[in-house]
T-cell receptor, first 114, second 111 residues
Framework: DTEVTQTPKHLVMGMTNKKSLKCEQH?????MYWYKQKAKKPPELMFV???????INESVPSRFSPECPNSSLLNLHLHALQPEDSALYLC?????????????FGEGSRLTVL | RKEVEQDPGPFNVPEGATVAFNCTYS??????FFWYRQDCRKEPKLLMS???SGNEDGRFTAQLNRASQYISLLIRDSKLSDSATYLC????????????FGAGTRLFVKA
């Protein structure tokens, strides 16, 4: 069982909707990540938070808005998405005192934009 | 040039075969290297880290050549359960958090 929990597992939304994806970990990790994965493609880095501060934004459109309310939680707020944003959104976390790149992933939130 | 490039797949091998995957990376400042495994419609999971001296974990052996910016994964005595996509992962960049995945190589092990 994964120790990174993502909700919802599936989400269908219209282009005018506002929704949020949630991620939670209780491993004491201080780095948290959002990745986007399209079918038969590798995960693409979107955002990284370290110590609850945004460290990396990979030029993601503003219709995706990340938030890190505390060290255990990571949200991704969605607004005015496009059908091409349909994908699997993966949350991950990692320890800061180990080799960067040892990521623990949640099972993902599968998003469909109509 | 892509930051992380892997062998194109898929690889179709019989049980018991030895199979090798290769990967190259473009950023010479990269710090850490990994192989992840991803099953169909599942999340990626860390298979093993890759160290300069090479490392082994059971049937799996990983090698790193920093001079050539090349990483490899060898799987011996393939099992049906090894069927998955193998992702080469490289970390390096701002604050050490920029973790980039290769496109992955699909492995099918057949009875």
């Amino acid at each position: 069982d994964t120790e990174v929990t993502q909700t919802p597992k599936h989400l269908v939304m219209g282009m005018t909707n506002k929704k949020s994806l949630k991620c939670e970990q209780h491993m004491g990790h201080r780095a948290m990540y959002w990745y986007k994965q399209k079918a038969k493609k590798p995960p693409e880095l979107m955002f990284v938070y370290s110590y609850e501060k945004l460290s990396i934004n990979e030029s993601v459109p503003s219709r995706f808005s990340p938030e890190c309310p505390n060290s255990s939680l990571l949200n991704l707020h969605l607004h005015a998405l496009q059908p091409e944003d349909s994908a699997l959104y993966l949350c991950a976390s990692s320890q800061l005192n180990r080799a960067p790149g040892e990521l623990f992933f949640g099972e993902g939130s599968r998003l469909t934009v109509l | 040039r892509k930051e992380v490039e892997q062998d194109p797949g898929p690889f179709n091998v019989p049980e018991g075969a030895t199979v090798a995957f290769n990967c190259t990376y473009s950023n010479s400042a990269s710090q850490s290297f990994f192989w992840y495994r991803q099953d169909c419609r599942k999340e990626p999971k860390l298979l093993m880290s890759v160290y300069s001296s090479g490392n082994e974990d059971g049937r799996f052996t990983a090698q790193l050549n920093r001079a050539s910016q090349y990483i490899s994964l060898l799987i011996r005595d393939s099992k049906l359960s090894d069927s998955a996509t193998y992702l080469c992962v490289v970390n390096g960049g701002t604050g050490g958090f920029k973790t980039i995945f290769g496109a992955g190589t699909r492995l099918f092990v057949k009875a």
